[in-house]
């Protein structure tokens, strides 16, 4: 915009017309030359799946706990659930629950239903 009010101002109306026109023309110009050397350029030949797992499953696995950081002396129990309620098998560690997010989406949409009945009845 500004190329454009700078042109119009010292050149006049049409001449800026062209210049920005021009310009554009040239942007994609450049943007169609790179696109066209990126599609010839060869794809990158990465080993096949079966080579990739045959390596994978060939390596050994050696893990070293005390490397990893883990103490395997203080590893936390899960705790025991004692508790007879029926929400007992939902609450997690930190006592909150764990509501499914299907049940809360279904809740939302009967709670905005509810409260668009509500208005249009009142």
Known sequence: TALFRWVEISYGLFTAFAVVGGLLVALALICAVTAAVRLRRPTPQYPSLSSRLRVAIASPVVRDPI???IDPTAIPLAPSSTSSSPMAGLTNALGRVD????????ALLLGVAALRRRRRSA
């Open 67 to 69: 490397a990893d950081g």
């Open 99 to 106: 509501v499914p997010v299907g049940v809360a989406v279904v």
